[in-house]
């Protein structure tokens, strides 16, 4: 049983590393699970822990076991997905805000040119591209 949690909490210290390298994990989700990677090491290094753990599973050691292995998997495959739409609504901000930008980029170089067109001819052109007579007029 100690082997089993020393090399859990291996498996979970470099899968957060791997998927943070992989920028499909999170910051805070990567440094929970090395958190949580460093602590099952450390109980599985230190004898009383091991020793304490395995005498409050007792016999159901297997059972046990698998039900913690898929639920940290659950959890961490839902971690990963929770960061993939949090990374996915960060860039879609990022992209709305260059479209703002762009936008009043675009509209002020329409009312500048409006200015212009009126100030040399009298006409006007509107936004639809059509030319009509001055409103002086």
């Known amino acids: 049983m100690r082997y ?3 090399i859990a909490g291996i498996v979970v210290v470099l899968s957060g590393f791997w998927f943070r390298s992989q920028k499909k994990l999170t910051v805070d989700f990567a440094a929970v ?3 949580l990677g460093a602590l099952l090491i450390f109980i599985g290094v230190v004898s009383p822990f091991s020793d304490w753990i395995e005498k409050i599973i007792g016999e159901m050691e297997e059972k046990v076991t698998i039900f913690c292995i898929f639920f ?3 959890i961490f495959w839902g971690s990963l997905k929770y ?7 960060q860039e879609l901000a990022v992209r709305i805000s260059l479209l703002l930008q762009e936008n009043e ?5 329409l009312d500048e040119k409006d200015i ?3 100030q040399y ?7 639809d591209g059509t030319v009509g007579a ?3 007029d």
């Open 4 to 6: 089993i949690i020393l």
């Open 33 to 35: 699970w090395g958190i």
């Open 72 to 74: 940290l998997a659950g």
């Open 83 to 89: 960061s993939r739409v949090k990374m996915q609504n």
């Open 105 to 109: 980029r675009m509209l002020s170089e």
């Open 116 to 118: 212009i067109c009126r």
């Open 121 to 127: 001819d009298g006409t006007c052109r509107g936004r």
């Open 134 to 136: 001055s409103k002086a």
